[in-house]
């Protein structure tokens, strides 16, 4: 156990305890002696609270599974089991509309719509690319994608290939043709951009043509007759036309364009839950002092690029010449949420009295809270929200009961930190079942803070195998997506959230495209997000947020959702419509084949977090497709097999069988790491092969199937050795 300072009732990591002391309290205004008191019996009276509403998880998962076995070998009968949901106080009843009254919410969040960011904040270096991904290069986004093709000589090469420049440069042009038309013409004939008398001047090789929306030009840099930058606001967001002669792109273009600066990821989530391992006090004192240098604006990291090595560090404001000739100045990084860990995982970083951890979404809390009062009061070097607020996503909560709780945690914390009240902002993030299926009074319990709810599909299905375990053997991984509480979830977050008064005030968001490397595809598929009526979605990458930010520009969000609130809203009935397979006719084949690809995700995750503390990273997939893991992609694996497994559609011997051959087929896909440890030279002594084997043959007494406790009690156990 780790070195422990004694603070009134707790006992506190001391790197923990310094970290605050030294660190985190300077420059707030705070007492430390004051804080550590508060929060002494701010743990204490809370703790038994945050107990009971697990407990009652338990309780009503127990009654779901009783029910669903004592109906084992009956027609399901829905009436029945909808009525039984309402009895146990699982679907509750709605009650009257109201909006949401959330005040102090930055533009990023309110009235504007664009791509999101959510990355480790763990990994310095990840936080700060993400911090800067407000705004983005078009021409690079294009340039390095499959969203150019390679048709035709345009394939990507170690030096620059006109060809595909010529492909880029059209794209970029479509899209200037989209955001900013032209009077008549095409901005790929543009032979020169100039401003006169407040008005874009566009040369063709025709004659010279303006905006058909004139305000939409907003800013400049350089002289008016040769502009070096132009700044356009389309649908909110803004893009700067770049313009250098010189310039190795510029010099081959007739107007002198080298480049578009598109503004990209408006807001970035600093992950301290599914995507990092955080284990211990030590862990959270990195993840916490990121946040700091986040908060304070002096975040560095040394990054090394083949022989180069330099100082990446957070960008400054943007600034420009408005047309009335005063200055303009806009954000130059993303606005940062932070995620908190949820009510489930305790951490042995501080112990209460009675010795017992405690809850880390209490220490999350907290001790982010107290680090954004350095942004609160103003003495960062930038500022992140120039509104006053601090944002928090709150995940996995089961229900309103456990929204008013985090809406009384938070009350908490601003009182021992003497702030406003609803100064801290609230995600909801509608990844559980009983949330969604109650989310208007989720969202009723915390309208005073509410900033931001979203969709998260993957958790979604994950609590969705859980709960009803014992319906029947689930549908395969991949059909899930086409099914009828899917659709209907997505749409009654929509729904809801517009219904309850978020449109103009708060994000409504969709989840992650988690393949990386396939920009085009997300390209196509990913427009439906802002069709939905989600003014923001999340992608994996600075530049995915600069490719998906096009799809703001070309739909009106805010117009959309006026449209979405004409509609019926969608039916509770169709969410609660269980996917299972009726009388499945699986081969043997193809039950293997959805084993080996549960088993080859599920291992390629655990192994990374277990014995390399990794808690997000790009993991090939069976077919050697990279895709964005985290605890929520893993969360599904295990309880799918567990599922089958259940209703013996599989055996434990097949599944053991399969896990050791897909884990040498993970070993070798990370051979080329010399700090890996392979699980198949000894399955016995791997602490993450086990991991692997007990989330999936004791799925069932995993809390909501949750893959947080056997992870961390392994990684702890490789940490010790």
């Not at 043509?209 to 700044?231: H, R």
């Not at 299905?461 to 053997?473: K, L, Q, R, V, Y």
Request: charged share 20%; hydrophobic share 40%; net charge negative.
């Amino acid at each position: 156990m780790s070195d422990k300072t004694c603070v009134g009732n707790l006992k506190v990591s001391t790197e923990l305890f310094n970290f605050i002391n030294q660190e985190a309290i300077p420059g707030t205004g705070v007492s430390s002696d004051q804080f550590w008191s508060q929060v002494d019996a701010m743990i204490h009276e809370l703790m038994p609270q945050n107990a009971a509403l697990l407990e009652k998880r338990e309780s009503i998962q127990a009654q779901i599974d009783e029910w669903h076995l004592s109906a084992a070998n009956q027609t399901f009968d829905f009436t029945k089991y909808k009525a039984f949901l309402q009895e146990i106080g699982y679907l509750l009843e709605e009650g009257p509309d109201f909006d949401i009254t959330s005040e102090n919410v930055d533009p990023e969040m309110a009235i504007t719509a664009g791509p999101q960011l959510v990355v480790p904040v763990m990994n310095a270096r990840f936080a700060l690319n993400a911090a800067n991904a407000r705004w983005g290069s078009l021409y690079d986004a294009l340039y390095g994608t499959d969203v150019i093709d390679d048709n035709d000589g345009s394939a990507a090469g170690s030096e620059y290939n006109p060809i595909r420049g010529a492909k880029t440069i059209a794209y970029a042009r479509a899209f200037l043709d989209q955001a900013i038309p032209l009077t008549q013409g095409s901005h790929s004939d543009a032979t020169q951009y100039s401003i006169v008398d407040k008005q874009l001047v566009v040369t063709l090789t025709n004659g010279t043509v303006s905006l058909q929306q004139p305000e939409k030009l907003v800013g400049f840099n350089g002289e008016m007759q040769s502009p070096d930058a132009i700044l356009c606001c389309n649908n909110g967001l803004h893009f700067e036309i770049q313009i250098d002669s010189e310039h190795l792109i510029g010099k081959s273009d007739a107007a002198g364009v080298k480049d578009i600066l598109v503004e990209s990821a408006l807001s970035t989530i600093m992950d301290c839950e599914d995507s990092v391992a955080a284990v211990d006090g030590s862990d959270k004192v990195t993840i916490y002092r990121n946040w700091l240098g986040l908060m304070r604006g002096d975040l560095e990291e040394q990054i090394t690029k083949g022989s180069k090595t330099f100082t990446r560090s957070m960008n400054p404001d943007r600034s420009y010449t408005d047309l009335s000739g005063n200055t303009l100045s806009l954000k130059g990084r993303s606005l940062l949420f932070v995620r908190n860990v949820g009510h489930l995982m305790t951490n042995p970083a501080i112990l209460n009295s009675e010795g017992q951890e405690v809850p880390e979404g209490m220490m999350d809390a907290i001790f982010t809270t107290l680090i954004s009062m350095h942004d609160l009061q103003g003495k960062g070097k930038f500022s992140n929200s120039t509104q006053g607020s601090m944002y928090i996503v709150k995940p996995k909560m089961h229900g309103p009961e456990e929204v008013v709780f985090a809406d009384k945690l938070f009350a908490a914390v601003e009182d021992i930190l003497g702030l406003p009240r609803y100064t801290m902002k609230m995600g909801i993030m509608d990844e559980e079942r009983r949330t969604t299926v109650n989310l208007k009074e989720c969202i009723r319990a915390a309208k005073e803070r509410v900033a931001f709810i979203n969709t998260g599909f993957l958790d979604r299905t994950g609590d969705e195998i859980h709960t009803s375990m014992h319906a029947g053997p689930m549908i395969r991984k991949n059909d899930m997506k086409s099914q009828k509480w899917i659709a209907a979830y997505e749409d009654w977050n929509v729904d809801t959230g517009l219904l309850c008064g978020l449109s103009g005030k708060a994000q409504i968001g969709k989840g992650m495209w988690a393949m990386p490397d396939q920009m085009a595809n997300m390209m196509q598929a990913k427009k439906g997000h802002p069709l939905s009526g989600a003014n923001t979605a999340w992608v994996p990458s600075p530049t995915a947020a600069t490719l998906h930010a096009l799809h703001y520009h070309e739909i009106d969000v805010f117009a959309e959702q006026q449209k979405i609130k004409q509609r019926a809203r969608a039916n509770v009935d169709d969410i609660l419509d269980i996917p299972v397979a009726i009388n499945p006719s699986w081969s043997a084949e193809d039950i293997q084949q959805e084993l080996d690809n549960n088993c080859q995700s599920l291992l390629g995750y655990v192994v990374r977090w277990v014995d390399a503390g990794i808690g997000c990273s790009k993991v090939p997939d069976i077919n050697n497709v990279g895709l964005m893991e985290d605890r929520a992609t893993l969360r599904i694996s295990s309880q799918h097999m567990t599922n089958w497994l259940v209703h013996n559609v599989c055996s434990k011997e097949q599944v053991l069988e399969t896990l050791k051959k897909m884990a040498k087929v993970v070993d070798e896909q990370n051979s080329s790491d010399a700090g890996y440890k392979p699980m198949a030279a000894d399955f016995d002594k791997s602490i993450a092969f086990k991991a692997a084997c007990e989330l999936v043959f004791d799925g069932c007494i995993q809390p909501s199937g949750y893959t947080e406790p056997v992870l961390h009690r392994s990684r702890l156990a490789v940490k010790a050795l």
